[in-house]
């Protein structure tokens, strides 16, 4: 019997990693986690009405909503990160057509089965008149081929095909099936709308949670709802084997969530981050980068990915620090800072930490300058303050019909006609001429410039 019980206690452990520890209460929680169906699945919206968010897509006016409501939905990609309803939408659109429901997964399926998908979707629409919608998770993962044999059964009208993909269609998808689908664009769900998903959560599941513990689960989930119940789920149940645990303990009562139980579903420990430290941080880690402290640069990016901050606000950080306090005393600068905004984009997190990092000790140990920031912050000041020059006429358009007989370019000297590409000439309004803006400094690259006249 023992034995019995030690091996449901590792089956369950096994399922629930995130549970392991040193204690009997982990082992606990993780067998009352696998005595029942996932809250995400027991959570899953019956109508268009229970779903969280995509309200571009479901609210009162939506595209989606209209086309659905008037079962008129052709064929349909939706494309979105995961976790942010792309199954649901499909089965509730199934549930308000008329038409059969089917469902593969690009993962396993085979050419066969699409095949053997189509067959059946002739033959019902033949005996009842009834269309066929086809669900087909991860369609991205479905080569040339088995894309292609869809595609007559969706031209003609025998399959509704209703793809979903974490990736780019327009990179994924062939370009014949994709113009015969529509394209929804779903949003990774907000942290209001994570906080609203946690709280029907804790209802299911008759439990309670501090504020704190709430808003660390959003936070926590990235834009994933499944994510947020899954690890709600794991919270819930640690909370339940620790009440189980206390000597005075109240069976009848709701099971309460607190922070700490949120930080163990994660295995994290939660960074207080609030208004204030948002900007202390950010602050701490550009003063760091100016400094040249690459081990307090990397350290402050840290502190900043852990609390969730978002990865494109650091990027945009770093493209303006590239040419504010690094400059021209290396200009490779900027283009690294931008490959690394682009990176955060194009790969996400977590991989794009690996980017970001890089970026960051770049610019940390690259040679500093901010006369690009000073000469822009001069001139600027000089166009507020001083008459507005008249442009030199030697450096007026003189490319239209009539320039030449205004005097337009008369006396401009082409540079590349000269050695160097380098001739005296005036550029300036005769308003600024006596002004100079760009100062070099003697660091990194900027040095070879004052070396010329």
Do not use: C
């Amino acid at each position: 019997m023992a034995s019995e019980m030690w091996d449901t206690y590792r089956s369950a452990i096994a399922e629930y990693p995130a549970l392991v520890g040193n204690d009997l209460f982990a082992a606990a929680a993780a067998v009352r986690l696998k005595a029942r169906s996932p809250l995400a699945a027991r959570l899953r919206p019956e109508t268009l009405d229970d779903v969280v968010g995509q309200r571009h897509l479901l609210g009162p006016t939506g595209t989606l909503r209209q086309l659905v409501k008037a079962d008129r939905l052709s064929s349909a990609i939706l494309w979105g990160p995961p976790g942010t309803g792309k199954t649901t939408l499909a089965r509730l659109i199934a549930a308000a057509s008329a038409k059969a429901f089917e469902q593969l997964s690009a993962v396993s399926a085979t050419v066969k089965d699409v095949r053997e998908v189509i067959r059946q979707a002739e033959e019902r629409l033949g005996a009842h008149g009834q269309g066929t919608i086809l669900f087909l998770d991860e369609v991205h993962r479905f080569n040339k081929a088995q894309q292609d044999a869809l595609l007559p059964a969706v031209e003609s009208g025998v399959l509704t095909l209703i793809g979903a993909t974490t990736e780019n269609p327009f990179f994924e998808v062939n370009p014949p099936l994709r113009s015969r689908s529509t394209l929804f664009r779903l949003e990774m769900l907000s942290e209001d709308d994570l906080g609203e998903l946690v709280r029907r959560g804790l209802k299911a599941e008759r439990a309670t949670a501090s504020d704190e513990a709430v808003a660390y689960l959003a936070g926590r989930a990235a834009g994933d709802g499944r994510q947020a119940l899954t690890t709600l789920e794991v919270a819930v149940a640690l909370a339940g084997a620790d009440a189980s645990s206390q000597p005075d303990n109240d069976d009848t009562a709701p099971v309460r969530v607190e922070l700490f139980h949120a930080e163990s579903a994660t295995d994290l420990k939660a960074l207080r981050y609030g208004r204030d430290e948002h900007y202390d941080v950010i602050s701490a880690f550009i003063k760091s980068i100016r400094g040249s402290d690459p081990d307090a640069g990397v350290y402050w990016l840290a502190r900043m990915l852990e609390a969730g901050e978002d990865a494109r606000f650091i990027a945009r950080r770093l493209v303006i620090l590239a040419s504010e306090d690094v400059g021209m005393a290396d200009p490779m600068s900027l283009l690294i800072a931008d490959a690394a905004a682009r990176a955060v984009e194009f790969v996400g997190l977590p991989e794009a930490q690996l980017t970001l990092s890089q970026a960051v000790i770049h610019l940390a140990t690259a040679p500093k300058s901010n006369s690009a920031t000073l000469a822009i912050a001069e001139a600027r000041a000089d166009v507020q303050e001083l008459s507005a020059g008249e442009v030199p006429v030697h450096l007026r358009d003189s490319h239209y019909k009539g320039a030449k007989s205004l005097g337009h370019g008369e006396g401009y000297v082409y540079p590349h006609n000269h050695e160097d590409a380098v001739v005296d000439q005036q550029y300036l309004p005769d308003e600024a001429l006596q002004r100079r803006y760009y100062r070099p400094t003697n660091r990194g690259y900027e040095a070879r410039y004052r070396e010329q006249p």
